[in-house]
């Protein structure tokens, strides 16, 4: 006795096992794209607030510099609010995409 196969033999050897890496949905390629420009773009204003906050402590209390801060903290601000994911502790990619659980 072969053992049940539900598979015609024919159709058997065109069955293969794939991994998520072996052929990358569009969906996430597409996703990854939009989501390293706004990663970068959140970075940096985060590094330029930080900056920012650095010199007006060193140099003290600056117009400029107190508008620049404010400027970027309502930037980064803007940016957590309409992309929530930036604070997730958990990977979008893996909410998206990873095993269900």
Known sequence: MAGINLIPEDKEKDLT??????DIPQEYRDFRKFAQAVEQEYQELQK????????????GSDAELQAREKYLKKRIDGMEKKFPWLLSELLLEYALWGVPH
Do not use: H, Q, R, S
């Open 17 to 22: 096992i794939t991994w998520f890496y072996d």
């Open 48 to 59: 330029l607030l930080a900056e920012a906050t650095e010199k007006l402590k060193t140099e």
